[in-house]
């Protein structure tokens, strides 16, 4: 055997455990979700699928409105990713290919937000929305998000290399403004970047916990995370219930992810075939 196939094999092996890894949180906890609470906390533990997922599911689906909160944190992910892939793209863009006074400077500030901490900025936005009367409605979950400094920072290094300025040039000299630009010459090569940055926005909101408990004020209207936190109870908590209303909440995230990865690697795929 040559030493190039015994690489081969050794990398084969070696990214086959590396599935086997990031697998076995998901499969663990689908072990536990199918199991009761005793069977969790048994010596030695149970390592195979049990017969109590379905009771289990049921009894989140009667602790909580599940179908409601998933619909309002669907409708959340999927306005902030829309909103975050059209105004994080188009100001990447202007980064990355337009000269204009001040230019860097509001980059290095945009870079300089990424040390301020999430927590500080949760007061002043607060106050704002409950000006406006926002608190409690849905435009308190989307407005806030609808941009952000790493999808900015993230689409202008991917425009930067990926955009030629051949291009650019050719678009003004065809009489291309600049939102022509965008959408004919920016956002075709872009899509590899955007499939990312799509897939991380849709799954930090879909797992946003801290805001939405925040400006949710009506027990009713609650998003998944902060609907999935009511089935731990005071003196006790089912903890196989706990798992499978977790393991309810990360099906859709996975089709997410498997619709969104599919079109990141081909789109990648087509660009590195073009170049």
Aim: glycine letters at 10%; a neutral charge; proline letters at 5%.
């Amino acid at each position: 055997m040559s030493i190039e196939r015994i690489r081969t094999t050794i990398g084969h092996i070696v990214l086959m455990l590396g599935v086997l890894v990031s697998i076995f949180p998901f499969y663990w906890m689908l072990v536990m979700a199918s199991n009761t609470t005793p069977d969790i906390f048994s010596y030695p533990p149970k390592l195979v699928i049990g017969s109590h997922l379905f009771e289990n599911m049921g009894k989140v689906l009667d602790n909580v409105d599940f179908f409601g909160a998933m619909l309002l944190t669907l409708i959340a992910s999927l306005g902030v990713t829309v909103l975050v892939l059209f105004f994080d793209s188009l100001a990447a863009f202007a980064f990355a290919k337009y000269e204009f006074p001040g230019r860097n400077l509001l980059f290095g500030l945009l870079l300089a937000t990424f040390m301020i901490p999430t927590q500080l900025s949760l007061v002043p936005q607060f106050v704002t929305l409950a000006e406006f009367g926002w608190i409690g409605s849905l435009k308190a979950l989307i407005i806030p998000g609808a941009a952000n400094a790493f999808g900015i920072f993230w689409m202008r290094q991917y425009a930067a290399g990926a955009i030629p300025d051949e291009l650019i040039s050719a678009a003004k000299v065809d009489g291309a403004g600049f939102f022509r630009q965008y959408l004919t010459v920016g956002l075709p090569v872009l899509r590899p970047g955007l499939a990312f940055l799509g897939i991380f926005t849709f799954i930090n909101v879909w797992n946003d916990y801290l805001w939405p408990l925040i400006v949710m004020t009506d027990p009713n209207r609650l998003t998944l995370q902060v609907a999935l936190d009511q089935l731990n109870g005071i003196y006790g908590t089912d903890y196989s219930m706990v798992m499978a209303g977790a393991l309810m909440s990360v099906i859709p995230l996975i089709g997410v992810f498997l619709i969104g990865g599919r079109h990141f690697i081909s789109d990648l795929a087509a660009g590195a075939m073009k170049f």
